[in-house]
């Protein structure tokens, strides 16, 4: 199993440029996650998904999008990037269950933003 | 509201010796904790989690301690090794129990000297 895959690994955009980060798993999880991590900082919840076809707002939502359209992707999309998104993005999944729910964590995107 | 910090940013062990970071939380509610170890470059790894009708558990060199009294979370690691660099985060599961959000710690950087 590759466990969770982030394409890409490096990115740079100007801005006002849009892009779209994929977040693949291989373990049949049901939750998804996208999470962004700042220097000196823990990782914040951007959004994330019960399921296919769901999606939901985390902590820090604002300027980007989702989508769950096959239960194994996760897709993160930055339609207009500005400098403060300038950040390390974590995609991660997890299995629904009692008490089950540790998170499993790509290898991150960074992306800087000019 | 929820929120999950860390007492100390950095933290300086001598190889061979045991390493205690330490993490306190704000929501008495929360009932799963989890400790990552995150290496430079890297996606977090899952260390040992730990939840709210324990007090201690030990995994494979680290054991995790929970104080509800306290609301504190301790994670120990035994006999410390270079492989042992990185920066440590804490985390909780969220009172939305319907997506097992996690809410993470700003991270205890723990350094090995030889």
């Known amino acids: 199993n590759a466990g969770v895959t982030q394409t890409p690994k490096f990115r740079v955009l100007k801005t006002g440029q849009s892009m779209t980060l994929l977040c693949a798993q291989d373990m049949n999880h049901e939750y998804m996650y996208w999470y962004r991590q700042d220097p000196g900082m823990g990782l914040r919840l951007i959004h994330y998904s019960v399921g296919e076809g769901t999606t939901a707002k985390g902590e820090v939502p604002d300027g980007y999008n989702v989508s769950r359209l096959k239960k194994q992707n996760f897709l993160l999309g930055l339609e207009s990037a500005a400098p403060s998104q300038t950040s390390v993005y974590f995609c991660a999944s997890s299995r629904f269950g009692q008490g089950l729910i540790e998170q499993y964590f790509g290898p991150g995107t960074r992306l800087t933003v000019t | 509201g929820e929120s999950v910090g860390l007492h100390l940013p950095t933290l300086s062990v001598q190889e061979g010796d045991n390493s205690i970071i330490n993490c306190a939380y704000s929501n008495s509610a929360s009932d799963y904790f989890i400790w990552y170890k995150q290496e430079s470059g890297k996606g977090p790894q899952f260390i040992i989690d730990i939840r709210s009708n324990m007090d201690k558990r030990q995994g494979q060199r680290v054991t995790v301690l929970l104080n509800k009294t306290v609301k504190h979370l301790s994670l120990q690691i035994a006999a410390t090794q270079p492989g042992d660099s990185a920066v440590y985060f804490c985390?909780?599961?969220?009172?939305?129990?319907?997506?097992?959000?996690?809410?993470f710690g700003q991270g205890t950087r723990l350094t090995i000297n030889p």
């Open positions: 985390a909780e599961k969220a009172a939305d129990q319907g997506a097992q959000k996690l809410v």
